[in-house]
């Protein structure tokens, strides 16, 4: 029912208790579209999107006064912006922070492609191939999902350590490069978004199982794979725990790492503090304002399968 | 029939081809995984076991040591495991983990559903609204901890000068134990608050209308709608954000670590350290004879609780969204059907 029937029309060719549930439905506003919104919704949701926003704004506001205005009111009016420009351009060199860019974007970067590639071809193989152990193979991925990450650091430490990448942004790649999550993803998708005659038809025009894969299901993937690498890669952006542990004295290497390394070592001096935070922060939020869109529709495309 | 020996060449490779191709898509991902999921999996149980020193590796089977009394010098499979249950810090820490985790995954949910329910409405610009719920996902936790660390600074940080100015006593945001707690599970729903809930809207989105159309009929308001048609019709949804903020709010880090800039990592007497911190402390922290053994021994604890509380949440969320009005429809169904 996309669109509904005007009342008087209703009357004329509904018997009477269908016009009457009509009525009633109308004058509640559930129409198929759903509740009315009305002023009460948008005041409760202004009000989250601020609390949403104010630690940013906060964050640039303590950037932007000197250390004896931070606390109570004074953070508020005694900001300038020649301050904020000071303080960045400390924090700036201080993180090291065109080269901690560099390498965040490279460790981000480099997973979430790993990711991408890896949970595509075994999401095809499992979604639309069949196989001989498949159930097992599949259900041996969605346990290892709930097990918890903090469980490997301290294998993955001493593994690292022995091949020599401890303090190098290769250990904190390696253990980004596939996640069980991600082949959960890709076959859940592939499995309703790619036909079978389509791969029919391609293997009867002659096509190898890899061109098939390569010239059908990867075109049909491209959708949830793209979300996939842009999840994928906030989660590495964001990430500190295992980076923190496994650079060590390298702690400037990543964003998230050296933003802590100017809150835990020298300084004291919360501007400058915050205006690591800022510049650690805003490459990313800079990133959401365009992709925001994909991410909302991402989780909630997987909600709906999860 | 088609004896493989007897056909031609390119018909041979292309079987070959069918047969291998699943194996072949799916064999990237297992090596891979094997590697840095599998190994490390197995090999914590073994370090678990193992007297190991970050500089001097592995110096044989665990010894629990002086904590244990007398027989602590007997070397055993399960010494790090008494070790680190003999600690009064490792039942402080636990304890804050799991009133962190409380604190922040339950008002999350309510938080989270109310807001999908608001979002669920005929909205104008339904994406800037979805999109500025969701904003918080980006910031790192690391960076949201260091922010909130100053708003809820005891001394005059931003809360406490609110309240005063309201003559509300100011909140020792940072010493007080419960207090502290409320501010870092703040700081893990500030970030996982907008994100659920747009995954609750997805499941909101997905009931069927015709379902609240054939309550006003029968004469429900808008409250006996949400708690009798919303709230068992997300079921599925509610467990799995449960569960997935439980593996994750009982393995918290970022936050509580941000929460103070000190050497004293987890607050000045331990009122704020998680477990996860004290395995970094016991492990990694070289002041503190770090030694990995028992830090893969809290690894495991910490695992096993974590399955705990996943079932106790499955368990606790099948009885009480199991007790809405489906049940009796089920039993209807079954009598029908036999």
Known sequence: ?306 | MSKATGLPWRVRVSKFDVKASPYLYVAPFYVMFAVVGLFPLLYTAYIATRKWNSVGGDKGLAVCGATCGDGGSTPSLLGNFAWVLNQPDFWTALGNTVSIFLLSSVPQIILALFIAYMLDANLRAKTFWRMGVLLPYVIAPMAAGIIFNQVFSDNMGLINTVLTSVNIPAIPWHANRLASHVAVASIVNFRWMGYNALVLLAAMQAIPRDLYEASVVDGAGPVRQFFSITIPQLRATLIFVIITSTIGGLQVFDEPQMFSISPSYGGSNNQFLTVTQLLWKTGFVSTNQSNMGRAAAIAWLLFLIIIAFVLLNFYLTRKISGDGPSKPRRRARKEVAS
């Open chain 1, 1 to 306: 029912m996309s669109r509904e029937t005007s009342m008087p029309a209703l009357r004329q060719t509904a018997p009477p208790s269908v016009v009457r549930a009509a009525a009633k439905r109308r004058r509640l506003a559930v129409t198929s579209e759903g509740r009315k919104a009305n002023w009460f919704t948008y005041a409760v949701l202004a009000f989250v999107i601020l609390i949403s926003v104010f630690p940013l704004y906060y964050a640039v506001q303590i950037a932007s006064v000197t250390t004896d205005n931070m606390y109570g009111w004074g953070s508020f009016g005694t900001g300038s912006l020649a301050l904020l420009g000071e303080h960045l351009r400390i924090a700036f060199g201080e993180l090291n922070w065109t080269v901690a860019l560099l390498n965040t974007i490279l460790v981000s970067g480099v997973c979430a492609i790993s990711v991408v590639f890896f949970s595509t071809l075994a999401g095809y193989s499992f979604a639309k191939l069949r196989f001989r152990g498949k159930a097992g193979l599949f259900g041996f991925i969605i346990a290892t999902m709930a097990i918890p990450t903090q469980l490997s650091v301290v294998p993955l430490y001493i593994l690292m350590s022995k091949l020599g990448l401890y303090g190098k942004l290769e250990a904190v790649i390696i253990p980004g490069l596939v996640t069980a999550f991600g082949v959960f993803w890709m076959t859940q998708y592939l499995e309703q978004a790619l036909p079978y005659e389509l791969i029919e038809a391609a293997r009867v025009d002659g096509c190898s199982m890899i061109r098939t894969f390569w010239h059908v299901a990867l075109p049909a993937a491209r959708p949830a794979a793209s979300m996939l690498a842009l999840f994928t890669f906030v989660a590495q952006w964001t990430q500190y725990y295992w980076p923190f542990l496994v650079l060590g004295s390298n702690n400037r290497a990543v964003l998230t790492v050296a933003a802590s390394t100017l809150a835990g070592g020298r300084y004291t001096d919360y501007t400058l503090i915050m205006s690591g935070v800022v510049l650690t922060s805003f490459p990313l939020v800079l990133l959401f304002v365009f992709v925001g869109k994909q991410l909302v529709a991402g989780i909630m495309a997987g909600a709906v399968k999860g």
